[in-house]
């Protein structure tokens, strides 16, 4: 089955290639007809505001190796186990975090940018663009999910059940003369199958989180990259460095349940990484030809602000928290439901405070 998946990261390199390519396009000189809505205030120095970036695409790359790197060091902490209560609290909070992202950052980020001012009334602003596109995305990820899980499903478990069956014919042979043989071989065949579609729908949803937290950290690194303004750059940094540091927690905690390989496990960990600080050196490229309010910017930006909202809502929502509440482990455990419960609000709630900076 590892074999299967080891160039599932291609994926994520597309698309973040496509991701580049569209927001690259919204690097467009600035024309006479340019909205100016945003007008610039005092606290504006490009000499300043570089150093800071500069400061930020190094914070911004420590924290996020950290954050994603944590969970998969966590088998050697008996405390931390994956099977273990304490892990599906800090689970629980990271979900959280994820959820907080996708509502009270990305969404609210791409109904600035579609509602603007410096974009035509007809159609955007007789139509609410940012819930619709996010409506879609969430319906889509639904759609991706359910037949990425049937493909795999079809094409791998019956190989590994069929591999299952062939080892334990010896087993089998030995057991028939006790009248257990065909039983035992029933059991084994089901255990296999069930421990193959649990790896492979946590295999899918490491994929698809990542890819959402890709197209929104690509956006929000260029904006970082492109601004002038060190009052808005410094609380920034320092609540990009939680938001990275959390959020790379809970797509950590996803990676290590889909049980890669190094190499793979190698290439997710560093495009989470590098995604937000080289979207921050890019905006440092561009900031000469780069404006937040060209109309070609703001409808790129608000476009993939929606996808990313309505996938990582999808994401929080159904495959981390209602895969982990609706489980047998917290369902078993009043306490632990509270618990994870308790844990779900404190990230969730976390990061929406960081609204208020970032």
């Not at 619709?132 to 999910?145: E, G, Q, Y």
């Not at 591999?163 to 029933?186: C, R, T, W, Y």
């Not at 410094?234 to 950590?252: K, N, S, T, V, Y």
């Not at 976390?350 to 208020?356: E, P, R, T």
């Amino acid at each position: 089955m590892e074999h299967s998946f080891k160039n599932n990261p291609r994926f994520s390199v597309t698309v973040t290639v496509i991701v580049l390519i569209l927001v690259s396009t919204a690097a467009q000189p600035t024309s006479a007809k340019e909205c100016s809505a945003k007008e610039e205030g005092g606290c504006h120095d490009k000499v300043e505001s570089l150093k800071l970036k500069v400061i930020a695409i190094f914070a911004i790359l420590a924290t996020s190796m950290i954050g994603i790197t944590l969970p998969l060091f966590s088998r050697a902490l008996p405390a931390l186990n994956p099977n273990g209560n304490l892990f599906i609290l800090v689970k629980s909070f990271a979900s959280g975090v994820i959820l907080a992202t996708g509502y009270m950052h990305v969404m609210p980020d791409s109904f600035e940018d579609l509602t603007s001012e410096c974009l035509p009334e007809l159609p955007w602003q007789k139509f609410p663009f940012t819930m619709f596109i996010a409506m879609l995305s969430a319906v889509l990820t639904l759609v991706v999910d359910a037949y990425s899980i049937s493909y795999f499903k079809k094409k791998l478990i019956p190989a590994a059940v069929i591999a299952s069956i062939e080892g334990s014919q010896n087993k089998d042979v030995e057991m028939i003369g006790h009248g257990h043989g065909h039983h035992d071989l029933h059991i084994d065949g089901d255990a296999k199958n069930i421990d193959a579609e649990q790896l492979l729908r946590y295999r899918v949803v490491a994929q698809v989180l990542e890819l959402g937290i890709v197209v929104h950290s690509v956006v929000i690194g260029l904006s970082m990259g492109a601004s002038v303004n060190p009052c808005t750059i410094r609380p920034l940094i320092a609540a990009l460095c939680f938001h990275q540091m959390f959020e790379g927690m809970g797509l950590g905690g996803c990676i290590l349940q889909a049980e890669y390989g190094m190499k793979v496990k190698a290439i997710m960990v560093f495009f989470f990484s590098v995604t937000t600080p080289f979207g921050i050196a890019m905006g440092i490229g561009l900031t000469n030809v780069y404006s937040d309010t060209s109309p070609m910017s703001l409808i790129v930006e608000g476009v993939l602000n929606a996808i990313s909202a309505g996938l990582l809502n999808y994401m929080a929502l159904v495959e981390l928290l209602g895969s982990d509440f609706m489980g047998s482990k917290i369902q078993s455990s009043t306490k632990l439901m509270m618990g994870a419960t308790l844990a779900v609000l404190l990230g969730a709630g976390g990061m929406s405070v960081m609204a208020i900076w970032a």
